[in-house]
């Protein structure tokens, strides 16, 4: 069977436990490659910037700020908030606004030290003033750490403090995909009880519609939430560019996705998984030069594992082996350092690492039982399935899969990734009932 693919990530992460379509043959290769009082300045916005809703299949116009600017700007303004809170440490506004600082930080380096560091300043703001604001943005930090269970308890004391409040609502049903199986499969299928308004709620809705297969209606709320934003900071526009070329990548576009790729690159360069998805876009199409070049720049910016196997999965298409060893081996030793840091938080992508490109079956089932415990959804469900089959647990992988094949998803890396565990128990058959389900979302799957 296939490997697995890379998160999708949806800008806060949907994690699918499944495979990818394997690389493009080579070809002759056609890619190129007041600030006294804390108060963080402001990213200049030259008077010409726009803003415009993007139509159909074309990425966005609206021109965004300079990206060299941006991400100066961005950095100047953490600089002057550590400065003030060396001064001022019990500030809750300016607590709130590094936390927001190092969320954004977030996108440039992939780091999760930037997470943990926002859940830390946000505490201490709850410390000094309790609000259902502060709240809510802690509880979004701690769901990034998979810390769902303290993310809920966050959102249950927002709503006592602010009962009406239909942002915590809202935040609070959604969080139910993160719990038990049957939870979750009832937060799929429920449609908002509101039209949704905001950027965020947009993007919400876009995955879940997504998750259910309705790809089209999926890119019409990412459009629509482009046009909630107003915004003309790249890091915004480059991610919705991102989730839409990540649409177009799980349904076989691969040149519409590299476009979309593309367009998220031109805005931030510095924005780590966009250089990422773009360099596997480029594999996709057999364009490895410029899939190493970018899997290069990727691996220097942010240190990710996933970039690392990435750039070893060209190398070893292109037969260099020996290369292709030394860079699977460098994205083992750089997950084993980054497990005893975040745990649950990086375990999944761990385990699809060690199922498929460096086989470890011990690792694979520890850590992916680790995220059952931690948030049984039919993604740990499925992977924990894998790893079990892969470890020779038939009783306990088909178990699981009795469960995960009732799961309302419809996506092609989830059908994969039920083939594969099933071709790993020896089912033949069933794991070909299940192949033939992801092509015909996404027809780029090769033969098994």
Known sequence: MSRPAADLVFACGLLCACARPAEAPPQPDTGTGSEQDGTPPSTPEPADLHHSTPEGDEPSTTRTTDPDLYVKQLQKRRRTLDQYLERHPNDPQKLATLAACHLELLNLDADLGHVVMAERLLSRAIDVADTAALRRQRAAARRRLHRFADASADLESALRLAPDDLETKRALEWGRHAGRARDAAEALLATPADEPKGFEEHRREAMRLFRLGRFEEADQRLRQGHDATQSVHPA????????????????????????????????????????????????????????????????????????????????RSLKRADEAARGLHAADKRWRQLLPRFGVAVARPAVRFWLEDLPRPADALRWSEAALTNARDPESMLLTARARAAARESAGARA?????????????????????AWFRLGEAERAATWHRKARALNSAWPEP
Do not use: C, W
Not at 264 to 270: E, F, G, I, K, S
Not at 287 to 296: D, I, T
Not at 403 to 418: H, Q, S, W
């Open 236 to 315: 915004t526009v480059a991610g919705i560019e991102l989730q839409r070329g990540l649409l177009r990548l799980r349904t076989g576009r691969h040149d519409d996705a590299n476009r979309f790729f593309r367009a998220a690159y031109t805005r931030l360069p510095q924005y780590g998984v966009v250089v990422e998805h773009l360099a596997e876009s480029e594999a996709l199409l057999g364009r490895h030069a410029a899939a190493l070049k970018l899997y290069g720049t990727a691996v220097k910016q942010t240190r990710r594992p996933e970039a690392m196997a990435g750039r070893a999965r060209v190398l």
């Open 400 to 420: 699981l899969l009795a469960e995960v094949e009732l799961a309302p998803l419809v996506a092609d890396e989830f059908y994969a990734g039920i083939a594969d």
